[in-house]
């Protein structure tokens, strides 16, 4: 009789909105078109293409033109790296049309992630390097163009993504965010005091945690917005996320950050992290608000084309 892993039943209708794959300079575990077979094989509903170096909308568009009939939905949208256009009213415009035709472009439209002055900060980059990064001073005044930015994403009903900014930057960007109508709002919370959680997640914000930071990959250098390899610090143990999630309640969505080539691919990562939730207590119907209904809530997940 065929082994199956404790836990399958939890991917079951699970949307993981944080995968990485297709081409990269670093080595990854699956390409979109094995990404979406296999979210497939184990039942789930969607999943969701990010790529630090270009807007992924195009290739979620081609699987879902490719794959559509294996019932998963591909979603991408743009990270505003250098590499991607910057961050820039037209980088956010272009990835928002950007597909095969009505309801395929992006997703979302995310703030940098390794091109932040939060995490240029702890790679240890030169100053040079840091001047040329974003940031939201200690002002809390949002610089521009992210206000416009924040306005297209409300006016066409998509994520706006605060990147990987400090907490305190991620709050007054959902304020900001708040302020100008945006009604879909996705921070990336696995380091944030509760405190900082909580605020967010009131302003109207959706609070996700990876599993990502919870693995060995933390070890080893790797690639993210050039070519330089630099190590992300590691989140040891489940037990640093529970307090966390709490303090996201209702809004918390669970995702793996993963598709490098050093972690199993998607599905298994994220079998693992919903079991490892699990082991902290939360029940099976918390697991599937945080990875199905807040997810399908967030990214429109069976409302656009696909």
């Given amino acids: 009789m065929p082994f199956t892993p404790p836990g399958m039943s939890l991917l079951q209708g699970a949307i993981d909105c944080h995968v990485h794959c297709a081409p990269h300079l670093s080595g990854r575990s699956v390409n979109v078109f094995d990404a979406v077979r296999q979210?497939?094989?184990?039942g789930m509903r969607a999943i969701g293409i990010m790529c630090n170096f270009q807007n992924t909308s195009g290739f979620a568009a081609l699987a879902n033109d490719e794959l559509g009939h294996l019932g998963v939905e591909a979603f991408g949208g743009l990270i505003m790296q250098p590499t991607a256009g910057g961050v820039t009213l037209e980088a956010a415009r272009t990835a928002l049309g950007y597909g095969y035709g009505p309801g395929t472009g992006a997703r979302f439209v995310s703030l940098p992630t390794h091109h932040t002055r939060h995490v240029a900060t702890r790679e240890g980059r030169s100053p040079a390097f840091l001047e040329t990064t974003f940031s939201v001073p200690d002002s809390g005044k949002v610089p521009d163009p992210v206000p416009a930015i924040m306005d297209l994403c409300a006016?066409?009903?998509v994520v706006f993504?605060?990147?990987?900014?400090a907490a305190h930057e991620a709050v007054a960007l959902a304020e900001e965010a708040k302020r100008r109508g945006v009604t879909r709002l996705r921070t990336h919370c696995t380091r944030y005091a509760p405190e900082a959680i909580a605020a967010i997640v009131a302003l109207g914000g959706y609070a996700e945690f990876s599993f990502f930071v919870l693995t060995h990959a933390t070890q080893v250098g790797l690639t993210h917005v050039d070519e330089e390899k630099h190590k992300i610090a590691a989140s040891s143990?489940?037990?640093d996320h529970t307090p966390r999630l709490r303090a996201a309640?209702?809004?918390a969505i669970l995702s793996t950050?993963?598709?490098v080539y050093l972690l199993p691919p998607p599905v298994e990562a994220f079998r693992?992290?919903?079991m490892l939730v699990e082991s902290e207590g939360f029940s099976e119907a918390e697991i599937r608000l945080m990875s199905s209904t807040n997810p399908a809530a967030l990214f429109g997940v069976g409302n656009a084309g696909g």
């Fill in 249 to 251: 309640g209702n809004r």
């Fill in 161 to 165: 993504d605060c990147g990987h900014v």
């Fill in 272 to 274: 693992e992290y919903l």
């Fill in 257 to 259: 950050d993963a598709g």
């Fill in 39 to 42: 979210a497939a094989a184990v």
């Fill in 237 to 239: 143990v489940i037990q």
């Fill in 155 to 157: 006016a066409r009903d």
